[in-house]
């Protein structure tokens, strides 16, 4: 039995984020977003037995631009009680077109999330950098260092960059 963080960081987030990311990203960029996360957490309860749900304490969000050319919502979690429940789930977006930059026209969408996790090694409990597909796989990236709101940022964009740059390098 799956618990209210668990669902809303693995099933809401990703059918959220990837079924109208032009959507999404407007209402999470605009002045009802707290109220948008709420109702969604909310949501997410109906569907938990009593003793599954969680207070949303701690939910809550931050907008900033990915460089010049897009834009990263980083949504806090309440702090995670088991594992696999997120402490933070970003939805970093590439405008189409950066001169005119436009949530409503998108070149990409991706969902990053920092989970409790264990360490495969020491079975030490710690910080997964994880993303969510589009088609709704989940990847494993590894260790995060630290559960800071920057540095979960900082490597969901570093993940970015090396993708972007060995995709640039010829085989």
Not at 13 to 20: E, G, I, K, Q, R
Not at 141 to 152: A, H, I, K
Request: glycine content about 6%.
């Amino acid at each position: 039995m799956s618990s209210q963080s668990f669902l809303f960081a693995h099933k809401a987030l990703p059918v959220l984020t990837f079924a109208d990311p032009a959507k999404t990203m407007a209402i999470l960029t605009g002045p009802d977003a707290q109220q948008f996360l709420l109702d969604a957490w909310e949501s997410v309860g109906k569907h938990c037995v009593q003793e599954m749900r969680r207070e949303p304490e701690g939910l809550g969000l931050s907008v900033s631009p990915a460089g010049t050319t897009g834009l990263v919502v980083v949504i806090r979690l309440p702090e995670p009680a088991e594992q696999g429940e997120a402490y933070f789930a970003a939805i970093i977006s590439r405008f189409e077109n950066p001169q005119e930059p436009d949530v409503e026209h998108l070149k990409w969408t991706r969902l990053f999330t920092l989970e409790l996790g264990t360490h495969p090694v020491t079975d030490a409990a710690c910080p997964m950098l994880c993303e969510w597909t589009p088609e709704g796989e989940h990847i494993n990236l590894g260790e995060g260092s630290t559960v800071d709101e920057r540095d979960f940022v900082e490597l969901a964009l570093d993940v970015l960059w090396q993708q972007t740059k060995n995709a640039a390098e010829p085989n």
